[in-house]
């Protein structure tokens, strides 16, 4: 149990290193970068959320790790393996988020709540999606693996896999699939 624990804290590690160019060791990620300091306290106070009774300290943990970090992630959000915050500052994530495997926020990144009633009332983010700093993703819309969010974007409608959303209210553009490169076929006659 704990050593699952440790590794699932190492995985964050390797996930910023993986994605940050700018790091250079285990070491500075775990000293320098508020992302990471942010999801492993989320580790902790989403457990302690689960417990009924660890509802309020879970709450305030949060809180303390907002006012250190920057970075407000609700104790009730469910997030995924290696998440990345890169820079951090500004990043919210609301009691309903629901974030899949190696995804990565940028600063200011916000999955927030377009109406006030209690529910599901945040967006669902897929595997692999990429949030651009102080792209907002408004209400229970659900964003497709590996979907990128450009910098600044107001999303408010579901995002397929793989599309991009840019502008404001965001725009969704397809990305064309690659075409498979040109088959060089010989006419097989010459071999007769
Ligand atoms: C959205 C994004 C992922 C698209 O990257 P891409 O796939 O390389 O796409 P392109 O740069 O070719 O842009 C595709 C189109 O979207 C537009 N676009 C790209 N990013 C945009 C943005 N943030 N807002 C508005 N339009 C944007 C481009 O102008 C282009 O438009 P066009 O087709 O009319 O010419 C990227 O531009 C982005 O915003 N990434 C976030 C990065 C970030 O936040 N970095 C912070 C580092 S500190």
């Known amino acids: 149990m704990l050593s699952r624990f440790v590794r699932v804290l190492r995985d964050d590690l390797e996930a910023a290193r993986r994605r940050d160019p700018a790091a250079r060791s285990n070491l500075e990620?775990?000293?320098g970068y508020p992302g990471v300091h942010a999801v492993w306290a989320y580790r902790v106070f989403h457990r302690m959320w689960r417990?009924?009774?660890l509802r309020l300290p879970a709450r305030l943990l949060s809180q303390a790790t907002r006012a250190a970090t920057g970075i407000e992630i609700?104790?009730?959000a469910q997030i995924g393996h290696r998440l990345f915050i890169d820079h951090g500052m500004?990043?919210?994530?609301?009691?309903?988020?629901?974030v899949g495997d190696d995804v990565v926020l940028f600063h200011g990144a916000t999955l927030g709540g377009k109406a006030m009633r209690k529910g599901k009332r945040h967006p669902t983010l897929g595997d692999g999606v990429v949030v651009g700093a102080g792209a907002k993703i408004l209400g229970p819309v659900w964003i497709g693996d590996g979907?990128?969010?450009?910098?600044n974007a107001v999303v408010l409608k579901d995002v397929p896999p793989g599309a991009?959303?840019?502008g404001v209210p965001a725009e969704v553009r397809i990305r064309p699939v690659p075409s498979l490169p040109e088959l060089e076929v010989d006419d097989p006659a010459i071999y007769i």
Do not use: F, K, N, Y
Not at 90 to 98: A, D, F, K, L
Not at 147 to 151: D, L, N, S, V
């Open 29 to 31: 990620v775990a000293l």
């Open 51 to 53: 417990e009924p009774g």
């Open 74 to 76: 609700h104790p009730g």
């Open 90 to 98: 500004g990043v919210v994530i609301g009691e309903t988020s629901v």
């Open 147 to 151: 979907a990128q969010i450009g910098a």
């Open 164 to 166: 991009v959303a840019v």
